[in-house]
């Protein structure tokens, strides 16, 4: 197995790397990559590419990233998930109207400062591992955007909502808003992330992608008598390219295509101006899946 999508399924309670070791392992692979960290302790989908295909990973659609929560009313935790439990409190009951209130409430552009146990980098080192060597990891406030947030159900002291929020969200983060709003504080004690994009992970599966069929731009019809141009980066025009090319396509809309041929494809700009500049070139293609 060399170029290849993976769409899997990371159990809870590993992490994101460990899993992708496993994987590695598993189909005897040297060089991979994952689209976005999941923690420790959440489970879902994890979009994995091998070899020549992690070059894809920042152009494939991920966003929005759907995830399903549980919060824990009056626990505490450094990380506000349950890796790190320091106490747990007993909260009053709420009126359930109410909590759903709060929860739905958190839609739009949300200020928030990420947890000190993140992904988020400080001086070129990651704030967790700071965090871990009880070092200060001090973060700036930053947003996240939410696109919609479904509360599922409360049975005190837990409170369950699903949300579909921006690249780069922390749900951990949100969940101790949403205490903090229902006058408490609390942790996750559950996060599931359904889907990134409109990829899905299925339970104990990995399922194998084609990138073509999932990277959000047009194929954009070349004669093959151009393959060798491609093959090399020649430096083109549109109209090096042929004399139908500026019809087929809409540079307001689609700026971005892919030029295909039997073993490779290449992801190409054209712009106003009638040039064409390669994003990524001479991916192999043919015999990878």
């Excluded at 769409?7 to 189909?27: C, D, G, M």
Aim: proline content about 6%; glycine content about 6%.
């Amino acid at each position: 197995m060399k170029n290849t999508i993976l769409l899997a399924y990371k159990p809870p309670f590993i992490s994101s790397n460990h899993f992708l070791t496993q994987i590695k392992r598993r189909y005897n692979i040297t060089k991979a990559g994952f689209s976005g960290t999941l923690d420790p302790f959440a489970q879902g989908s994890l979009l994995i590419a091998t070899g020549a295909y992690t070059k894809l990973l920042p152009f494939i659609k991920t966003e929005p990233k759907v995830y399903e929560a549980t919060l824990w009313l009056g626990a505490s935790s450094k990380s506000l998930d349950i890796e790190n439990i320091e106490k747990v409190d007993s909260t009053p009951p709420l009126e359930s109207t109410f909590v759903r209130e709060v929860v739905e409430s958190f839609v739009g552009e949300i200020a928030y400062t990420p947890p000190a146990f993140s992904a988020k980098k400080i001086k070129g080192k990651r704030a967790y591992q700071l965090a871990r060597s009880g070092q200060e990891a001090a973060l700036m406030p930053t947003t996240m955007r939410v696109y919609a947030l479904d509360f599922l159900c409360y049975a005190h002291p837990f409170i369950s909502f699903r949300a579909c929020v921006s690249k780069g969200s922390y749900i951990r983060s949100l969940g101790s808003l949403i205490a903090h709003k229902l006058g408490s504080y609390g942790t996750l004690s559950a996060l599931k992330r359904v889907s990134e994009g409109d990829l899905a992970a299925q339970k104990g599966k990995i399922i194998e992608l084609d990138p073509l069929a999932i990277l959000p731009y047009p194929i954009l019809p070349i004669d093959p008598c151009y393959k060798e141009h491609f093959y090399h980066g020649k430096k083109l025009t549109q109209n090096d390219l042929d004399s139908s090319v500026q019809a087929r396509v809409d540079l307001d809309k689609n700026p971005l295509y892919i030029v295909k041929f039997d073993e490779f494809f290449s992801i190409i700009q054209l712009h106003q101006d009638g040039s064409v500049s390669y994003l990524l070139n001479r991916i192999d293609y043919a015999h990878t899946l």
